[in-house]
C-alpha cells in the first residue's frame, strides 16, 4: 500500500509554474524540474540499462519527460538540488523507431539522489509501488514456472483507465519468463491509507483477456 500522489504535466513546469500551486508551490517544483533536467545523465544511464534486459537490439531514444508525481515534496540544498524528497517521472522515446514509455523514480538525501527505472511502458506507479507489483508477479512466475530465475519485466499496458485520482484502474503486466511470455492483470485501489493492488493469475494469453479478483477496499 502506497500513499496517494500529486500528478502534473512536468513540461508545462519547465517553461511555467504549475497553475494549481500555491505561489510556493510553484517555485518548489519549478526548482525540482530544474533539478530533474541536471539529472538526465543519470536518468539515461539507468534506462539504458533496462533497456538492454528489456531488448539489448533496440537502444532508447532521447528522453522526453512529460509528466512528474510527487510522493514527497523536495527540500533544496544551497546548490539547488534536492536534498530530501521523492518523485517519479513518466517519460516518452523510441526503441527500435517504434514510441514507448518508460519511467525513473528519484530519492533525494543529504548524500544525493538515487536514480530507479520504474516500470517500462504505461504503467501509473511510481517506483516504490512498482517494485511491490513486480515482487508480487515474480512469485506467481515461480509458482507457476517452478526453477525459473530469469525474469525481466517487459511492458506494462493500461487496461482500464482510471476516471480520477481515487478510481480504480487496471495495468497488464508483462514479462518474459525464462524466454517465455507471460502477462498479469493488476488491479489497483486507491484508498485513504494508499494504493491497494491485487493480480490475476499468471497466464501464456494474451494478458488484455484477464480479470483480476475485484473487491471493495474500506475507506
Known sequence: MRN????????????????YAAEDDQRLMAALAN????????VATVLAHQQRQISAKCPLGKLVAD?????????????????????????????????????????ATAKGVQVEAGAPGDSRT?????????????????RAKPGCTAMVLRDTK??????????IWREAWIGRVCGQEMGQIVSFYPTPRGTMFRMSLPSEELPEQQLAPTY????
Open 158 to 167: 493500461l487496461v482500464e483507465t482510471p476516471k480520477d485520482g481515487s478510481s
Open 35 to 42: 533539478a530533474s533536467e541536471q539529472l538526465m545523465p543519470q
Open 67 to 107: 509528466e512528474v508525481n510527487v510522493m514527497e515534496l523536495p527540500a533544496f540544498n544551497l546548490d539547488g538540488m534536492p536534498e530530501r524528497g521523492d518523485w517519479h517521472i513518466r517519460y516518452t522515446t523510441t526503441a527500435c523507431k517504434e514510441k514507448v514509455a518508460r519511467s525513473a523514480s528519484f530519492h
Open 126 to 142: 511510481d517506483g516504490r509501488l512498482a517494485k511491490d507489483v513486480w515482487a508480487s508477479f515474480q512469485k506467481a512466475a515461480v
Open 216 to 219: 471493495q477496499p474500506v475507506r
Open 4 to 19: 496517494m500522489m500529486r500528478t502534473l504535466p512536468l513540461l508545462a513546469l519547465l517553461a511555467v509554474p504549475a497553475a
